[in-house]
């Protein structure tokens, strides 16, 4: 059983960054692609990039050039950097994990979550 567990969120505001962190544990991190999703109130849980085993990464077109997502298998734990944050990337956003060799855009393919972190972006 693989956990997941998020942090870094917080307020910050327009134009600024974050560093959101995901912690894995129970499996062997390195298999698994990761991914970031993010869900903002009243909207369905979005993909936000993903990483491979070999570190190839796949981003959504909102986010493309302002976050970088990255893995250390030394600490078992996948990054996202977000940069020239928006108002409009306000959302709690989840790390998630699946045993697969291939960049998953599509959350139900995700088999496990974490518990999520808010990101709030003021304007």
């Known amino acids: 059983q693989v956990r997941l567990v998020e942090s870094g969120g917080g307020l910050v505001q327009t134009g600024g960054s974050l560093r959101l962190s995901c912690a894995a544990s129970?499996?062997?991190?390195?298999?698994?692609?990761m991914g970031w999703f993010r869900q903002a109130p009243g909207k369905e849980r979005e993909f936000v990039a993903a990483?491979?085993?070999?570190?190839?990464?796949n981003y959504a077109d909102s986010v493309a050039g302002r976050f970088t997502i990255s893995r250390d298998s030394a600490q078992n734990t996948v990054y996202l950097q977000m940069n020239s944050l928006k108002p409009d990337d306000t959302a709690v956003y989840y790390c998630?994990?699946?045993?697969?060799?291939?960049?998953?855009?599509?959350?139900?393919?995700?088999?496990?979550w974490g518990q999520g972190t808010q990101v709030t972006v003021s304007s």
């Open positions: 998630a994990a699946v045993f697969t060799g291939g960049l998953i855009t599509r959350a139900t393919s995700y088999n496990y």
């Open positions: 129970g499996g062997t991190f390195s298999r698994y692609t």
């Open positions: 990483i491979t085993s070999g570190r190839s990464t």
